[in-house]
């Protein structure tokens, strides 16, 4: 079975600052996707940014961008250039790229990083 | 168009009654799971359905917890007999495909349930 661990349960950040959130994960698989889902206060999960694990190019969205690592098995978040409204819950998750019936589509999340912006 | 409903909100209930929790997916969505969360923890997966067939149910907790979805669209999560433990943030989300498992999943704002 697959396992998501992020090791910062709380991070903080300046506005306009630059921020790294972590994630490691554990996989026997070769192909699957990452992703990083921001969860606000209002509890709907939005996705930030996904990763496919066989390309090398790290995944970029706009002040989002990953660093991707998959011989470490490391798949960090960077924010750039923070702002209030980044201040949320967010959680790495991992899903296989193969399966029969779908069973092999759930997300597994980590427990998640609470990010605090402060003005 | 419209996102991932859910409802309702907010349930609060007395330990041992019965509790429905409804979805409705995004319109065309083929692939609509259910997750648990606990508090300060991450979502757990429950069950997993393409359209009406119920494909993965390993995740529910115990036979108290049942879902369905008779028509390939809107899917309700029941429970039954609950127990403190049940109180959690049940979450659903939907996708369109059923092969791309690149696809992001949208998401409801969830169901917060207290059990008394």
């Known amino acids: 079975a697959q396992t998501v661990t992020q090791s910062q349960p709380e991070m903080s950040v300046q506005e306009a600052e630059t921020v790294t959130l972590s994630c490691t994960y554990d996989t026997s698989e070769s192909d699957y996707y990452l992703f990083w889902y921001k969860q606000p206060p209002s509890r709907q999960m939005i996705l930030v940014i996904r990763q496919e694990a066989y390309k090398q190019q790290n995944a970029t969205e706009n002040r989002f961008s990953v660093n991707f690592q998959k011989a470490a098995k490391s798949f960090s978040l960077k924010i750039s250039d923070s702002q209030l409204g980044d201040a949320a819950m967010y959680f790495c998750?991992?899903?296989?790229?193969w399966g029969s019936g779908g069973s092999n589509y759930k997300l597994t999340f980590g427990k998640g990083t609470l990010l605090t912006v402060n003005p | 168009g419209a996102g991932v409903s859910q409802s309702p909100r907010y349930k609060v209930a007395k330990r041992g009654q019965d509790v429905a929790l409804r979805c409705d997916p995004i319109s065309g969505h083929v692939s609509l799971f259910w997750y648990q969360q606990a508090l300060g923890q991450g979502p757990e997966f429950l069950t997993y359905f393409q359209n009406e067939a119920q494909l993965d149910k390993s995740g529910l907790p115990s036979d108290r917890f049942f879902a369905e979805r008779p028509e390939g669209s809107v899917s309700t999560l029941k429970i039954q007999r609950t127990q403190q433990e049940d109180s959690a943030v049940y979450l659903c989300?939907?996708?369109?495909?059923?092969?791309?498992?690149?696809?992001?999943?949208?998401f409801g704002d969830g169901t917060r349930l207290s059990i008394l």
């Open positions: 989300a939907s996708s369109l495909r059923r092969w791309d498992a690149g696809q992001p999943q949208h």
């Open positions: 998750a991992y899903r296989s790229a």
